[in-house]
């Protein structure tokens, strides 16, 4: 006969004010096999596991059922307390009546019915349950960082610091990022690059960590601790082993008219080129669409149209033959911080459905330009030397008007959320232009001021009291070219009236977007995303830097808007994750994976071909003499994630998830 014992949390008024607990309680005492049933306040706090641990050794349990919350927050909890008391972890579980029950009811009483419902069934399923005992699987003590930007060289810093292999890959010529391309961050107003160059430096000297820069993740296979990565490295058409970085090539190349990305569009480049200057690696990339070589060879030509470049190189390090090479990979652990994009604020958005914002004339006026083409315009190495000038005709702006919110909190256009930084990098904007315009006025058209951080409000005030920036609370509703200005229509919603700035430049911050290609690679990680592309975290209090995915964790902007102290603090905290997973040779998880019943196995392979893991393989049986009698299913416990997909499938019926078996789920739906 079974001794369960039923503990019933409060949590608080989370259950207790829509939950009668202590009735709950009372009925589930009644149950044929319950030996003790109880109610309380926080069962999750230390006197609450007490408890726990008190009825199993009073009442002599050997089974527990703990009514409460989620068991994606503590059903671990509560089987190391259940453990500690001597029975097996896998002998407990939890019911869940706050998300199942309280949170969506208002009577009292249906959610009280409910509530002893929902115990019932688990309190006849746990009668059923057999003690099972945790996987062990080795661990390969190696992580891989997706991303080369602030976030993903401080999760590969800390790793290789801990003591761990780092595989960095970044999909760009050279690490750094969006943080690269930054004049000065706020609230210090230090040199982006006097801050971030040094990092990319020590990441690429690194004993420990092995760079893949021009370089994208193909495919991912495997599980926590054991998965096999397959890394695309794009040719360069540039030999890494021979260049000195001495820029010989670039000087000699013809083409020199080619739009900078890393200037975003303000600068030009040539067909062989350096990101720019403080590259790491400090290694060349011909880019084969604009190389006259490259273009003739697509037409057909037999001679090579130039090769300038390559005469120019003195170590031979130009390889117009080179392919792109494929290296596998096996690690621990991935980290993803793959960053972020600027919206697109032009009328059509090719990358997905979002409506553009052609009312501001992005693309078409010259003089409106993003923010991170104004850090181009601010910075001393960018393409006017540091000097604040228009676009379209190289003279120093008298008046700029900086506009906020731009995609960001505008359900209209599809983006709903906060960018977080928008309002403090439009301040530092302000102040920059100041610095370097002294007679020049800034305005700022706001919804409302988001400075949240340490030193963050200061800063902002310190743009109007100190700088003179005049904001202005409203939206513009359109822009308009009228000789050599900009006329930026808009409304002043503290004074009242409409305004028409006479602007020499637009500003607009635009909203944070994730990365081109995130969902892709989010499929290849078997992650998710959220509706606009940020990957989801396990839990947005408790697991802010881990997955669904056991061993896949994130840090930065690829979760949601970051700004740069965010980003470090989560890069580093995904790197503490990452070496604690590293800590031990063996990993433990839980046992609650499909078995297959070989003896009843009729290998039709349903099971193999449903699984999203790739987790059942083909197994051979022979007799004594080697003789092949039938070929059956078996499932990778390691690779196994307990979906039951193969158990739904298999028409035979041999096929069970431990911990979820036939008789287990009858029991349980009989009792409801």
């Known amino acids: 006969m079974s001794r369960i014992g039923v503990l019933v949390c409060h949590c608080g008024e989370n259950i207790g004010r829509t939950v009668d607990c202590a009735s709950v309680a009372r009925a589930l005492g009644d149950l044929p096999g319950v030996a003790h049933a109880a109610d309380y306040k926080y069962m999750c706090s230390d006197p609450g596991q007490l408890l726990v641990k008190q009825a199993i050794a009073e009442k002599k349990l050997d089974g527990v059922v703990v009514a409460a919350c989620s068991p994606r927050m503590h059903e671990k909890t509560f089987r190391r307390a259940c453990a500690s008391a001597g029975m097996n972890a896998f002998l407990c579980e939890m019911a869940n009546i706050r998300e199942h029950c309280s949170w969506i009811h208002e009577s009292r009483g249906d959610a009280t019915e409910k509530a002893i419902a929902l115990a019932r069934a688990i309190v006849e399923k746990v009668k059923r349950n057999q003690p099972l005992s945790p996987i062990r699987i080795p661990i390969e003590r190696r992580a891989l960082v997706i991303g080369g930007g602030i976030a993903g060289i401080q999760a590969a810093l800390d790793i290789a610091e801990g003591g761990r292999e780092v595989v960095l890959v970044e999909k760009e010529p050279s690490i750094g990022g969006h943080m690269s391309q930054l004049s000065e961050t706020f609230p210090t107003l230090d040199c982006s690059q006097c801050i971030l160059t040094p990092r990319m430096v020590e990441a690429y000297q690194h004993p420990g960590i092995k760079l893949l820069a021009y370089s994208e993740v193909e495919s991912v296979s495997g599980y926590i601790g054991n998965f096999e990565v397959k890394v695309r490295r794009k040719a360069r058409s540039v030999d890494e082993t ?20 890393f200037e975003q569009g303000l600068g030009k480049r040539s067909a062989i080129y350096v990101p720019f200057p403080q590259a790491v690696p400090n290694i060349p990339v011909i880019d084969r669409a604009h190389c006259a070589l ?81 850090e181009r315009l601010a910075s001393a190495s960018g393409p006017t030397g540091g000097k604040i000038l228009r676009p379209s005709d190289g003279k120093e702006p008298k008046k700029i008007v900086f506009l906020q919110c731009i995609g960001s909190r505008d359900p209209a256009k599809g983006i709903e959320y906060c960018s977080k930084v928008c309002c403090m990098y439009v301040a530092k904007h302000t102040m920059l232009y100041r610095h370097k315009v002294h007679d020049g006025k800034a305005y700022v058209f706001y919804m409302d001021v988001r400075a949240a951080g340490k030193g963050y409000e200061e800063f902002a005030r310190r743009a109007v009291e100190e700088e003179g920036a005049i904001y202005l609370r409203g939206r513009v509703s359109k822009l308009e070219r009228t000789g050599n200005a900009i006329k930026v229509h808009g409304f002043d919603t503290l004074s009242g009236r409409p305004m028409v700035i006479d602007a020499d430049m637009v500003v607009l911050a635009t909203a944070m977007r994730p990365q081109p290609g995130i969902e892709a690679l989010a499929q290849k990680l078997s992650v998710s995303c959220d509706g606009h592309g940020f990957i989801n975290e396990a839990h947005p209090k408790l697991r802010p830097v881990e997955t669904n995915t056991a061993g896949v964790f994130v840090a930065g902007a690829c979760q949601a808007p970051r700004d740069i102290p965010d980003s470090v603090a989560m890069a580093s905290g995904a790197a503490s994750k990452v070496l604690g997973l590293f800590s031990n040779e063996e990993l433990e998880r839980d046992p609650t994976v499909a078995v297959v019943d070989e003896t009843g196995c009729a290998g039709c392979f349903h099971c193999e071909r449903v699984c999203p893991y790739g987790a059942v393989e083909r197994k051979e049986i022979k007799d004594r003499k080697g003789v092949l009698l039938k070929v059956v299913a078996t499932v990778n416990k390691g690779v196994c994630q307990g979906c039951g997909t193969c158990q739904a499938t298999c028409p035979s019926k041999n096929v069970e998830l431990q911990g979820f078996t036939d008789e287990q789920i009858f029991a349980a739906i009989s009792a409801l």
């Open 242 to 261: 021979r260049c000195n970085g001495c820029g010989e090539c670039q000087a000699a190349c013809p083409n020199k008219k080619i739009p900078s990305e």
């Open 294 to 374: 490259f273009r003739g060879r697509a037409k057909g030509l037999k001679k090579d149209a130039c090769s300038k470049c390559k005469e120019a190189c003195g170590r031979q390090a130009v390889d117009f033959d080179q392919q792109d090479t494929f290296t596998t990979v096996k690690v621990g652990a991935v980290v993803v911080a793959t960053g972020y994009q600027l919206y697109s604020v032009g009328k059509q958005q090719p990358s997905d459905k979002l409506k553009g914002y052609g009312e501001y004339g992005y693309g078409t006026i010259p003089d409106v330009i993003d923010g991170l083409q104004f």
